[in-house]
């Protein structure tokens, strides 16, 4: 199968300034791909050379199985593109501007349209230039979503919709992917990629630090682990086991963070008599900070009690 | 508790420096006089330098007694439509007197216009942005705010007129040739206070509109009340139902105060003063207690629908180019108008008077001025400079797809730039037609209302679109390689123009210095004399600019 998205050491400079540094990613058609990382790490950028907005100044990148700067345009007619800041015509009404773009692309189904327009609550009547942040967000997504695209990217897609919006909006994303559409979805919010995302990247500096599927993601932080005994706490021999990491001891319970497989503790701890076994799966923002050297402030403070180190 | 609720935050106070309180980031005041100086630089720059260059040409171009002789008979002997056009004449034999009559007004419309864009934007165009709404949850007040910015401005423009002073001052003592020449300290003084106080009247007028109705109806008002005022005044003589509106702009009541042609009325200058402050007062007072960004609704019509230009790129630059486009057209066709229903009248007056046809073939040569066109031709050469602006702000205008964001949205179609980069650049090149199209019916509807050939200046009026046209493709080609500054080049091109062909004739410069400009290259179409060059010129530069655009786009990456 053709990756959808490809990019093969995909570096963008800008003179001095760092934009991205040999990117590697591949996207497959038909899931969710969560692009993650701060502001200023180099997300944008991405997207800007997939779409052949700037090039890059080395590495390639491949959409459709197209190079991007070779023919753009044919990649633009199966994509809907949500640019994260964006204005439009400010004498234009909504539904104007949605026009335009539709005769832009040749047309559309104008019932589908419509729908999108019925589902997020926009008044197409009113100017471009009178919406708030949010209505002009809609219009953005309306214009990105209308032609049924086979490649969805967009950047901050959620930024400025309220949570009613917000959850109209992973539905039709639901809809799309299970239509066969792709969808590239960068963002800064964790939870949002967490619920609508198969897999995520995460970039740092201009560099991809980690790509995997969101559960596999997971257990690559530490699980947090807490053993409470009925009698003698034996920390040293939990201190010894592979993955295990910053045991703290107190009174009949010991605490511990876990990285990768669980079963080695699970056995070790079975050779006593427990009174209670807790174990919490990290959520991706864990993961996420994990990826940045930040530990969520619950971590940071078993850190500061028992510093083992890993 | 209630009392440590309502406790100001404790901030750590630091030192900023005086020099940052009054330019750099330190005050309101200090980011606005920051924010100012590449205007502050551009109109000081301006008026000195044309003060410097018009003194030095008078004197050369008019070095003996008798060519000043001549040029006040011709400057007084006018009939009353052709002095309307430039103002009252005083000791126009003069050096200083020659540029109070001729330029003086330039260098009040320079002010005037630096004003209303500064006062207009300041506020409104800021709440219009966003950038207001953070500056106000500061920890001062609305007024402060307000006051602060236009005390900026007023800084910035009383150092600009003090070096135009100080310029006027230098032109008297370096230039004068003959006596009466020289400018005195009081002249230069009176001068520059006049520009000043007279600039900072439109100024006060569109920043108290904007504050209700926004910037683009502040700044037009008072445009149009600059422009009203000047030909309302002159014309009051001939048109005696104009004085009562001519009244209520400084232009009539400063009319007496020409420093520089020696004749002084101080007193003019003070309801002046009076009104431009008053005007300030009521805009920083209506920003203080409006809320921020509340404008009243002009209504405007609306274009057809068919007009809007939703089936394409082409279009859709011509829908978004239109409303500017109606705007100039209609400026630029009443100015036509108005000059081809005169030009007659002034050709009459002319061949009546054999010594007054000398005069003017003396200090016009070139131009047949016993014929309404030949007339027409010499008064439409300050055409050249306004359909110039125009093509400035049209390019700016297709330039603001990319400098507003647009054109990233709008390639992620399948739009290929150099389609867009055509396409929208088309669209301009029509708005350019319809302005011709309508100056065109302009100045045959007023050929025709005076009697004269009324085909041959409509037809001549195609030289203005084909100059805009050649500007309009240098922007184009800036634009393949950066669209923010390509609206800007447009303009220096226009003024470089229109200083090389005013200046380079009349300070004897070598012709190839006076060729440089395109203007010197478009014949006479007003009386039905093209110049071929400039017309391939004009071509050429159209369509390279265009196709260079198209391949710029093509090749460099979007800004985001």
């Known amino acids: ?310 | 508790m209630a009392a440590e609720l309502g406790r100001a935050p404790l901030a750590t106070p630091y030192h900023i420096s005086l020099r940052s309180r009054f330019y750099g980031l330190g005050s309101v005041y200090a980011k606005t006089m920051r924010d100012s100086r590449l205007a502050f630089i551009v109109a000081a720059g301006l008026m000195s330098g044309l003060m410097l260059a018009v003194s030095a040409a008078i004197t050369k171009a008019y070095p003996t007694a008798d060519s000043r002789v001549q040029l006040a008979s011709l400057a007084t002997s006018v009939s009353g439509v052709a002095s309307g056009i430039a103002g009252k004449a005083v000791n126009v034999g003069t050096m200083g007197g020659y540029v109070q009559w001729k330029y003086g007004p330039l260098f009040l419309w320079i002010v005037a216009i630096w004003s209303m864009m500064a006062l207009s934007g300041t506020l409104a165009s800021e709440a219009h942005g966003g950038s207001l709404d953070f500056v106000a949850a500061s920890p001062f007040g609305k007024r402060r705010i307000a006051l602060e910015k236009v005390a900026a401005h007023l800084t910035a423009v009383t150092l600009a007129v003090a070096i135009l002073g100080l310029a006027t001052w230098v032109a008297g003592a370096a230039f004068a040739t003959l006596p009466g020449d020289a400018i005195p300290v009081q002249a230069a003084v009176g001068f520059a206070l006049w520009v000043g106080l007279a600039g900072l009247f439109f100024g006060g007028l569109a920043f108290a509109l904007a504050q209700f109705f926004g910037r683009a109806v502040g700044a037009g008002v008072a445009g149009f009340a600059l422009i009203a005022g000047w030909l309302l005044q002159n014309y009051a003589a001939t048109v005696p139902a104009f004085t009562p509106f001519a009244l209520l702009t400084p232009v009539a009541w400063t009319a007496d105060h020409l420093p520089l042609a020696g004749q002084y009325n101080w007193p003019s200058l003070v309801p002046t003063a009076i009104a431009a402050a008053a005007m300030l007062v009521i805009g920083v007072e209506a920003f203080a207690r409006r809320d921020v960004g509340a404008q009243q609704a002009v209504r405007t019509p609306r274009l057809p629908r068919p007009l809007r230009g939703l089936r394409g790129p082409i279009g859709r630059s011509i829908g978004e180019r239109l409303p500017l486009t109606l705007a100039w057209s209609l400026g630029l066709g009443i100015f036509t108008l108005a000059m081809a229903a005169i030009s007659k009248a002034l050709a009459d007056d002319v061949a009546k008077s054999p010594d007054l046809l000398k005069t003017f073939s003396q200090v016009f040569p070139g131009f047949g001025i016993t014929t309404a066109g030949g007339f027409l031709q010499l008064m439409i050469q300050l055409e050249y400079i306004v359909v110039g602006f125009a093509a400035a702000t049209l390019v700016s205008g297709w330039a603001s797809d990319e400098t507003s964001g647009r054109l990233e949205m709008l390639l992620s179609t399948p739009l290929a730039r150099p389609r867009w980069a055509i396409s929208s650049g088309l669209g301009v090149y029509a708005a350019i037609v319809v302005m011709t199209a309508i100056m065109a019916v302009c100045v045959g509807l007023g050929a025709a209302a005076a009697g004269s050939d009324a085909l041959t200046p409509m037809a001549g009026t195609i030289a203005l679109g084909l100059y805009a046209a050649a500007l309009a493709g240098v922007g184009f080609a800036v634009g393949g390689w950066r669209t923010s500054i390509a609206g800007e080049i447009v303009a220096l091109v226009v003024v470089a123009t229109y200083l090389i062909d005013l200046i380079a004739p009349a300070l004897q410069l070598p012709d190839w210095v006076h060729q440089l400009a395109l203007t010197a290259h478009l014949g006479q179409p007003m009386v039905g004399h093209w110049d071929a060059v400039g017309v391939v010129a004009c071509l050429v530069i159209a369509a390279a600019g265009l196709s260079l655009g198209g391949w710029g786009m093509r090749r460099r990456d979007v800004a985001g």
Not at chain 1, 14 to 35: A, P
Not at chain 1, 138 to 153: I, M, N, S, T, Y
Not at chain 1, 251 to 277: N, Q, S, W
């Open chain 1, 1 to 310: 199968m053709v990756a959808v998205i490809k990019t093969e050491k995909l570096t963008k400079s800008y003179g001095s300034h760092r934009g991205i540094v040999e990117v590697d990613l591949e996207v497959e058609q038909g899931e969710v791909f969560g692009f993650l990382g701060p502001n200023g790490a180099g997300k944008t950028t991405t997207i800007r050379v997939l779409l052949d907005l700037i090039r890059p100044t080395a590495g390639k990148a491949f959409v459709f199985g197209i190079e991007t700067t070779v023919d753009p345009v044919s990649i633009h007619r199966r994509v809907g593109y949500l640019p994260g800041e964006f204005t439009l015509y400010d004498r234009l009404t909504g539904g104007e501007t949605l026009e335009y773009f539709a005769n832009l692309r040749g047309g559309l189904d104008r019932a589908y349209q419509a729908s999108l327009i019925e589902r997020f609550d926009l008044d197409p009547s009113r100017k471009f230039k009178e919406y708030s942040k949010g209505n002009k967000q809609k219009v953005g997504l309306v214009a990105a979503l209308q032609h049924k695209p086979d490649l969805l990217v967009l950047d901050e897609p959620t930024a400025g919709l309220d949570p009613l919006v917000q959850q109209t909006f992973f539905a039709v994303l639901r809809e799309a992917v299970a239509d066969g559409r792709t969808v590239f979805l960068s963002s800064h919010v964790l939870s949002e990629a967490e619920k609508a995302c198969d897999r995520v990247a995460i970039i740092r500096d201009g560099r991809i630090v980690m790509v995997d599927r969101v559960d596999a993601l997971r257990d690559l932080a530490a699980h947090q682990v807490e053993l409470r005994f009925t009698g003698p706490v034996p920390a040293a021999e939990f201190e010894q086991i592979a993955g295990v990491s910053n045991v703290v001891a107190e009174d009949h319970a010991l605490r511990m963070h876990v990285t990768g497989p669980i079963a080695p503790v699970v056995k070790a701890a079975a050779r006593y008599e427990l009174a209670d076994f807790v174990s919490r799966e990290p959520s991706l923002e864990e993961t996420f900070l994990a990826q940045y050297g930040q530990a969520p402030p619950a971590q940071a403070t078993a850190v500061e009690v028992a510093d083992h180190g890993r």
